[in-house]
C-alpha cells in the first residue's frame, strides 16, 4: 500500500516562509500527478498546486501565485511546496496528494486524486 507523509508544517508569523515536504512509498512515485490540498473547519478542501509527472507542467491556486512554489524529486520520492510570504489565511490542515496522469496534466479537483497523506497543521499568527 502506497503511504503519502507530510511534514515541514508549524507555526509561524506573517510573511515568513515553511517548506512542506511529502514522502511517498512505492516503487511509482514519478507515475503520479502530485498537488497539495489544504482545509480548515467547516470548509471543503481546496487545490493549492499541483505538478506534473516529471515536473514540466505547474499548476497555482490564485491565492497562492507568486508566494509558493511545488516541485518534485523523482529520484527522492518527494514532493515539495515551499511557502513564502505566509498569510493568516493560508492557516489549514495540508494534505499531500497523488494520483494517476488523465486528460489534463494536472488536476485541481479531489477527486482525481486517490492516495492522500494524513495531513500537516500550518499556523500563521498575524
Known amino acids: 500500500q502506497v503511504q503519502l507523509v507530510e511534514s515541514g508544517g508549524g507555526l509561524v508569523q506573517a510573511g515568513d516562509s515553511l517548506r512542506l515536504s511529502c514522502a511517498v512509498s512505492?516503487?511509482?512515485?514519478?507515475?503520479?500527478?502530485m498537488a497539495w490540498f489544504r482545509q480548515t473547519p467547516g470548509k471543503e478542501r481546496e487545490f493549492v498546486a499541483g505538478?506534473?509527472?516529471?515536473?514540466?507542467?505547474?499548476s497555482y491556486a490564485d491565492s497562492v501565485k507568486g508566494r509558493f512554489s511545488i516541485s518534485r524529486d523523482n529520484a527522492k520520492n518527494t514532493a515539495y511546496l515551499q511557502m513564502n510570504s505566509l498569510k493568516p489565511e493560508d492557516t489549514a490542515v495540508y494534505y499531500c496528494?497523488?494520483?494517476?496522469?488523465?486528460?489534463?496534466?494536472?488536476?485541481?479537483?479531489?477527486?482525481?486524486?486517490?492516495?492522500w497523506g494524513q495531513g500537516t497543521q500550518v499556523t500563521v499568527s498575524s
Open positions: 512505492g516503487r511509482f512515485f514519478s507515475t503520479y500527478v
Open positions: 505538478i506534473s509527472r516529471v515536473g514540466v507542467t505547474k
Open positions: 496528494a497523488a494520483g494517476a496522469p488523465g486528460p489534463i496534466p494536472v488536476a485541481t479537483t479531489t477527486f482525481n486524486y486517490d492516495k
